[in-house]
Structures are given as C-alpha cells and as structure tokens.
C-alpha cells in the first residue's frame, strides 16, 4: 500500500528566505505526483504536476523534483512572501488513477 | 470559466438523517473523486468513479454511498449508518489517468 509522508510538519521562516519542503512515497510505481496549496478553510489549489517520465517541472517561484528511484519530491520555493503561507500538500498517482496524499506542511512565512 | 463547484458550502446534520453533498464539474473530465479531510490525517478517498454510471470504492466508503448518472455530477451521500461524519469533504476531478487533478472549494459537514 503506498503510503506518502512528508516533512516537516511545520515550518515558520522570514520573509524572503527559500526553503525546500519535502515528500517520500513508499511504492516507487507510480504515474505522476502533484504538489497542491491549501489555505485554511479552502480546497486545494494545484501548483505544480510531475509525471513519472519527469525529473521536475518549474511555475515562477516554484520548483519540485522528482526521484522516483529514491521514493522523493522537494518542492523548492524562492524568495519566500507572506502570502506564501498556507499548508502545501504532496499527493502521487498510483493504481487506477488514485491520488495518496500526505499529510502536509505548514507553512508560515514571517513579515 | 471551467471548475468545480460544491454545494453547499456548509451543512449541518442531525443524528440519523442522510444528507446528500453535490459536486458538479463542466471541465469535461471522465474521472471524478470524493474525499474526506480529518484534522491531523490528510485526505482519504471515500468513492471515485471513472466514466458515468460506474464507481468505485475507496479506503473509507462505509457509510457513504455515490452515483454517477451524468459525466458532469457525482453527487455523495453521507448516511446515517456514518458514525463519525464530522469533517471537511473535497471533490476532484481528473481527465484521465496521468493527468492532474482539480479540487473544489469543499463542503464543511458537521453533526449537531
């Protein structure tokens, strides 16, 4: 059963650092992996879409990776601002199009 | 422009009624999905369905059932045989496999 973590759970930071949150998957059988944004009380927003052939993919400030071998996806984020902050959510594709999510990183980016 | 809308966005429920949550995509997509969002555990998948009038269930299904009689509705129904019903429920939708998902803006359910 393939089973996503991610880490950290948390993470507070100044504004305009860059950061790497991260994202390890157990089953390395897989079509795609799929980094969302989610602020509280919303749905989830998509940023960015890796497909299994990929080894990363790149939206202005944003940049994820993918290591299927190695069962991991960084998503970068540059030049960190306030609005930056919101939970982001790593989800990969596996097995009749079904998306296994992990369970977030908090993301706070301080003034 | 082209989404996803739940519907409503918030609704309460009473012991032992059945509430039914709408979901409704004019994105053309053949797949559609229906989750369920716990503080503190992720999201887990209730029931997809990948074309109209077939559906699937996923890790969670008990006490939840679906139908899929038009591309553009997959509509959930949340019974009384649901035990623990409070949560944050999301639908997506996805063109077909390998493609990425698009996610409504969630219906937040709670017992009273």
């Known amino acids: 059963k393939q089973e996503v973590t991610q880490i950290p759970a948390a993470l507070s930071v100044p504004e305009g650092e860059n950061l790497v949150l991260n994202c390890s998957f157990t089953d390395s059988a897989i079509y795609n992996l799929q980094w969302f944004r989610q602020d509280p009380g919303k749905g989830l927003t998509s940023l960015l879409l890796?497909?299994?052939?990929?080894r990363e993919q790149t939206s202005g400030r944003l940049n994820a990776s993918l290591d299927k071998s190695s069962g991991r996806s960084t998503l970068y984020i540059a030049a960190s601002q306030p609005g930056d902050s919101a939970t982001y959510l790593c989800a990969v594709g596996s097995g009749a199009q079904k998306l296994v999510f992990g369970q977030g990183t908090r993301l706070t980016i301080n003034p | 422009d082209g989404g996803i809308t739940q519907s409503p966005k918030y609704l309460f429920r009473k012991e032992g009624q059945n509430v039914t949550l709408s979901c409704e995509q004019n994105l053309n997509h053949d797949a559609m999905y229906w989750y369920r969002q716990d503080p503190g555990q992720g999201l887990r998948l209730i029931y997809y369905s990948q074309i109209v009038n077939d559906f699937q269930k996923g890790d969670i299904a008990e006490g939840y059932s679906v139908s899929r009689e038009k591309k553009e509705s997959f509509p959930l129904t949340v019974t009384s045989a649901q035990k623990n019903p409070t949560a944050f429920y999301l639908c997506?939708?996805?063109?077909?496999?390998?493609?990425?998902?698009?996610f409504g803006s969630g219906t937040r359910l709670t017992v009273v």
């Open positions: 890796i497909q299994s052939s990929q």
């Open positions: 997506a939708s996805s063109p077909r496999q390998g493609e990425g998902y698009t």
